[in-house]
């Protein structure tokens, strides 16, 4: 998977692909039916309806790819319809809202949960959140290119995302989850070349010496090499010691039993708290 591993973002100025991905394939319309745009076609519609795992890098060769999952575009599957259903919702929202924003937020369920969290402490800004419980990052990379942010302009982009790809990550490898992660951001300032985007780093979650604990920390550390701050208007927010204690157990309160998700008034208040002062300064406020 060497091909896979050094990853090479392209940004072509005539092709209406957000960016070239790290699959050939892919990339030559040899998976997907409709690469891009919205409302799908029959045939992307019966393909994208098929299981996840029928539709990864290698599959159409019959091979086994998985460093490639996190940095090649595959919808989600809930079963049925359900995640289409879901994206199709998120997409109906933003072609109602579309025009300038505030700030658009980008990720899992983290992001999805804001709720009144966000409300409280950011009232002052237009805010579009299209995070969808249970997303990898091959799956924002999906919606980005299916019409997931079409016609939004927005002042400021959040992404938070690569919490679900710490399942896989036995198979992938955690460098792997972090060129997806760079992946999307190069995604995202392709697509909004104006916006400064603030890319968070994965919350812990669980207990150290747990493999998801461990994979997740590994992962933050693979994303320092990639410099995504290089650019200019891309910003790293790292949460990390402000979510643990001295031993590298997580905080009390800040997560909800399950020691993944954020509580309302614990874990959004410092998530609100560490952001303010970064989008104060981006939107100038």
């Not at 998976?31 to 045939?43: D, H, I, V």
């Not at 985007?197 to 669980?206: D, G, Q, S, T, Y």
Request: net charge neutral; with cysteine; aromatic share 8%.
């Amino acid at each position: 998977m060497k091909h896979a591993l050094a990853l090479t973002l392209l940004l072509p100025l005539t092709n209406a692909l957000a960016l070239d991905y790290a699959y050939a394939p892919y990339n030559e319309g040899k998976m997907e039916p409709q690469k891009t745009g919205w409302p799908l076609s029959a045939a992307e519609k019966q393909y994208v309806l098929k299981p996840e795992f029928e539709r990864r890098p290698g599959r159409e060769s019959n091979q086994h790819m998985p460093a490639l999952w996190p940095v090649v575009p595959a919808a989600g599957f809930w079963g049925g319809t359900s995640w289409l259903d879901m994206h199709a919702k998120l997409v109906q929202d933003v072609e109602a809202r579309k025009g300038p924003v505030d700030v658009l937020l980008v990720g899992d369920s983290i992001t999805m949960q804001w709720g009144a969290a966000w409300t409280k402490h950011f009232p002052q800004f237009k805010m579009v959140n299209i995070g969808i419980g249970g997303d990898k990052i091959q799956n924002v990379l999906w919606r980005l290119d299916h019409g997931g942010v079409t016609g939004l302009e927005p002042r400021v982009v959040v992404l938070l995302i690569g919490n679900n790809n710490m399942f896989f990550a036995p198979e992938t490898g955690i460098e792997a989850a972090a060129r997806g992660i760079q992946t999307c951001a190069a995604n995202l300032r392709e697509k909004f070349p104006a916006a400064p985007l603030v890319v968070v780093k994965i919350f812990p979650a669980h207990a150290p010496g747990v493999r998801f604990y461990e994979d997740i920390k590994q992962t933050n550390l693979a994303l320092d090499p990639l410099k995504l701050d290089c650019d200019p208007k891309v910003t790293v927010l790292d949460l990390w010691s402000d979510m643990v204690n001295a031993d590298g157990t997580l905080k009390k309160g800040l997560f909800t039993p399950d020691n993944i998700h954020l509580t309302q008034e614990g874990g959004y208040k410092l998530y609100a708290e560490k952001l303010k002062p970064v989008l104060a300064r981006l939107l100038k406020q």
